[in-house]
C-alpha cells in the first residue's frame, strides 16, 4: 500500500488526464489515485486520523527539479543530485523513508529510481548506465541546470527500530540503492541494537559505487559489508568491506545464514527479477520467514 503523504486534508483530489504524463509509468497516476482512496476511505470507516506531513513530493503530481550535481562514481554508475528551489513550498520539505523509490520524468520518458540520500530541498541518487538503456542514457547526457521532474514517493517497506536482531541485505548491482539507505539509517541512530550484513554482487571491481560510503558504514559496530565480484581478476582488498571472487549462490547464502536465527532475522533482497526470485527461494528454503523483496 502507498503511504499516504499527500499534502490535502482530506479526500485525494482526482486527477485529470492532463495530469497523465502518458509515458506508461508504473504506477500510473490513476492506480495511485485508486489506492489512496481506498486507504482513505478505510481510515474514515475507522475513525482513523488522517495524518498529512507537509512534503515537496507529491503522489500524483510531478514537482520540477534542477540538475545541481552530476558525478561519474565508477565503471557505469553515476551521481545526480536534484534540486528543488520552486518558492512556493517554502514551509515544505523532501520526506521519503529509507528504501521508497520516485517516478523520474524526463523528455518523453518516466522511470522508478531510489534516492539514496536526501536533505529539505535536494534528492541524491545512484544511476547505473546501461549503453542501450534509454532512460539511464536521458540521464547520463542532462547537464547542471536541466531540469527533472519528479514525483513519489512509493512503496510499502516499513522498518520499526530494534524489531530484529539482524538484516541481512541481499543486493545485486544498482539494488543496492534500495538497501543502503536503510543500512546508514539504522546505523545512524544511535538506540539501534540491531546488526546488519549487506552483501552485495557485482560483475568487477571497477564497478563496484559508494566504496567510501560502505567503508564508512563499516567503521561501525553493527554494520558488517561484504561483496560477491564474478570476475575478480586478482586479488583485491578494500579497507573494511570482505571482498569474496565468485556469484552470490545458494552455497554462500547457506554460509552467511546458517548461524542466524530465523525468527530474530529480517532478510531484504533488491537485483533483478531473476535474482530476487532465486535468493527469496534460496532462503526460504532455510526456513526464514521475514523476508522483503524490493521490485
Ligand atoms: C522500484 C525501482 C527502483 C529502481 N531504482 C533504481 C536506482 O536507484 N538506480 C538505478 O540505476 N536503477 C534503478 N532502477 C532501474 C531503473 O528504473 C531502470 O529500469 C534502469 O535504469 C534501466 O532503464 P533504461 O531506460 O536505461 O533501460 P531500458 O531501455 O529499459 O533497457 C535497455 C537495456 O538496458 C539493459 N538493462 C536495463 N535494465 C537492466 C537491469 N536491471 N539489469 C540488467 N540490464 C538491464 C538491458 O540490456 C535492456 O535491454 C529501479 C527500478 C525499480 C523498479
Not at 54 to 72: A, D, K, T
Not at 121 to 140: A, H, V, W
Not at 206 to 223: A, C, G, M, R, V
Request: glycine letters at 4%.
Amino acid at each position: 500500500m502507498f503511504t499516504d503523504n499527500n499534502n490535502e486534508d482530506s479526500r485525494p483530489v482526482t486527477p485529470s488526464q492532463e495530469d497523465c504524463c502518458h509515458s506508461a509509468c508504473d504506477p500510473c497516476i490513476f492506480d495511485i489515485h485508486k489506492k489512496l482512496l481506498e486507504e482513505y476511505e478505510r481510515k474514515k470507516k475507522q475513525n482513523i486520523k488522517i495524518n498529512n506531513r507537509s512534503n515537496v513530493l507529491h503522489l500524483y503530481e510531478y514537482r520540477n527539479f534542477v540538475v545541481s550535481g552530476i558525478q561519474e562514481i565508477s565503471e557505469c554508475y553515476i551521481l545526480l543530485v536534484l534540486k528543488y528551489n520552486e518558492n512556493n513550498y517554502k514551509d515544505y520539505s523532501i520526506l521519503i523513508d529509507p528504501g521508497q523509490y520516485v517516478i523520474l520524468h524526463l523528455h518523453d520518458a518516466a522511470k522508478p529510481y531510489t534516492p539514496i540520500s536526501f536533505t529539505d530541498d535536494s534528492i541524491e541518487f545512484l544511476i547505473r548506465i546501461y549503453p542501450n538503456g534509454k532512460f539511464s542514457q536521458y540521464l547520463e547526457s542532462i547537464k547542471v541546470g536541466n531540469t527533472v521532474r519528479i514525483r513519489g514517493p512509493y512503496g510499502n517497506f516499513k522498518y520499526e527500530s530494534n524489531s530484529f536482531q539482524t538484516i541481512i541485505m541481499f543486493s545485486m548491482g544498482s539494488g543496492i540503492t534500495a538497501v543502503y539507505p536503510i543500512a546508514k539509517s539504522i546505523v545512524d541512530n544511535e538506540s539501534e541494537e540491531t546488526k546488519i550484513h549487506l552483501i552485495g554482487g557485482f560483475k568487477n571491481i571497477l564497478q563496484i559505487p559508494l566504496k567510501k560510503e560502505l567503508q564508512t558504514l563499516s567503521d561501525y559496530w553493527n554494520f558488517k559489508c561484504t561483496l560477491h565480484i564474478s570476475q575478480l581478476q586478482n586479488l583485491c582488498s578494500l579497507h573494511g568491506i570482505d571482498v569474496k571472487s565468485g556469484r552470490l549462490n545458494e552455497k554462500s547464502i547457506f554460509e552467511i545464514l546458517q548461524d542466524k536465527i530465523a525468527s530474530t532475522t529480517l532478510i531484504l533482497i533488491c537485483g533483478s527479477s531473476h535474482f530476487n526470485k532465486s535468493v527469496a527461494q534460496w532462503v526460504k528454503c532455510m526456513n526464514y520467514i521475514h523476508i522483503h523483496v524490493f521490485e
